[in-house]
């Protein structure tokens, strides 16, 4: 930690910064703690951001000398772009600014800042001056995982079977906020249990009920939709076996959790910044899995792969729209400025390429859709026997797990 005389001996400049990172990223966190504030100061501050008066309240009041801090959360809340905004988003873009030049020239106020959405943020907070510093807050590694799973825990009894290295890395994507929801839902299910100790089981389940949300046993249902969400779910599963580039099956289950009628879950064996052209392609060709198998076997289709064909048809548009991954539109980026509507843009978004290009866009997602739909029909009319017995035993048992989807595949 930099003190305030090491900063005087060098004359050295404490810049404002912004935290910029996708929701529940942990930012106001890491604000808390370089503040050394309480949660309860954080929500008042919140609380406070309308009163106009409240930058001269805080900084008569802190007492912290010489270096003022002050956080706001999520600052686009009140200084979004101001092309449609009112005069008082004005003045609070302006009074911001003062503050981020200072009272005097014997204090300095560091300004502190959270976003979810730096691209909403009036261009004269980033100018150089005031935001110097944009830091990104992304997702943590299996060593932060960790060390987070170790501070949310240290106030909790876990049994000796619980392995902290071990759910970090079956943890991969999850944030802070995530981590911390995980014990939770673990202690609540260990007191359920009445059990005096977290064990591993307990949050294992925690963290697919975070994932998928509760499960609904008494859902009553029909044999022919459990046959059906049986050998939907198998689907997905045999024709993630027999990609390379697949994460291997944590578990399956056809009991419903949340809004989906069953899942399938994969164990990450690795974190990822980057995925390549195969690895893109056969995510696709997984997610058609429970509609090939729908066709295969029950000569039927049914409107339970819709999110499936959704996240399917996106991978495939951003491969030719965004990544460059078409050799018949090129390595191009279109559709770059049609960002999503929000408060402070224009609602009235224009396509930068002609129909022509639109028609050779969608001719190629088309195409990468179908060669995927292909391929899992392949390999599950080579495999069907496999579809068979993994469907088969998630009838009888409602659940598999990654081991004895394993075992099926041995005999």
Do not use: C
Request: proline letters at 2%; hydrophobic letters at 35%.
């Amino acid at each position: 930690m930099i003190t305030d005389r090491q900063l005087s001996i060098l004359n050295a400049i404490v810049e404002d910064y912004v935290d910029f990172g996708q929701p529940v990223g942990s930012k106001t966190l890491i604000e808390r703690h370089n503040l050394n504030v309480s949660p309860a100061t954080i929500r008042n501050e919140m609380k406070q951001l309308e009163d106009l008066n409240y930058i001269e309240k805080t900084h008569s009041s802190s007492g912290r000398s010489p270096s003022q801090l002050g956080f706001r959360y999520y600052v686009n809340r009140l200084l979004e772009q101001t092309s449609h905004q009112k005069t008082n988003k004005l003045r609070r873009l302006n009074q911001l600014l003062v503050e981020m030049d200072g009272f005097s020239s014997e204090e300095t106020i560091i300004v502190l800042a959270a976003t979810n959405r730096p691209e909403m943020l009036d261009k004269a907070l980033l100018r150089p001056g005031r935001f110097d510093r944009q830091i990104v807050v992304g997702a943590p590694d299996v060593k932060a995982r960790e060390q987070i799973l170790e501070v949310h825990s240290k106030k909790k009894r876990l049994a000796d079977d619980v392995d902290l290295r071990i759910i970090a890395k079956n943890t991969s994507g999850f944030a802070g906020a995530d981590l911390e929801n995980v014990l939770n839902e673990a202690a609540l299910l260990a007191a359920r249990r009445n059990y005096k100790e977290i064990g591993m089981k307990e949050i294992e389940d925690a963290m697919v009920k975070v994932t998928m949300g509760p499960e609904k046993k008494t859902k009553v249902r029909s044999d022919h939709e459990k046959k059906l969400v049986a050998y939907h779910e198998a689907g997905h599963a045999v024709v993630s076996r027999y990609l390379q580039t697949q994460d291997p099956v944590h578990q399956i289950s056809i009991i419903p959790r949340g809004m989906a009628g069953g899942y399938t879950m994969y164990r990450p064996t690795e974190d990822k910044s980057f995925m390549s052209k195969t690895e893109m392609e056969e995510n696709i060709v997984s997610l058609l899995g429970g509609r090939v198998a729908e066709a295969l076997i029950l000569n039927d289709i049914s409107t339970g792969a819709s999110n499936d064909i959704e996240r399917a048809s996106q991978i495939a548009r951003n491969m030719v729209t965004k990544y460059g991954m078409s050799e018949k539109v090129g390595t191009v980026m279109f559709g770059g400025g049609e960002g999503e509507v929000f408060l402070g843009r224009d609602f009235a978004q224009t396509k930068d390429y002609s129909e022509e290009t639109a028609a050779l866009i969608d001719e190629e997602v088309k195409r990468i859709v179908q060669t995927a739909y292909e391929k899992a029909v392949k390999i599950l009319t080579e495999h069907v026997d496999k579809l068979h017995a993994v469907a088969g035993v998630l009838m009888e048992k409602e659940k598999i797990e990654g081991e004895e989807f394993d075992n099926i595949f041995k005999e």
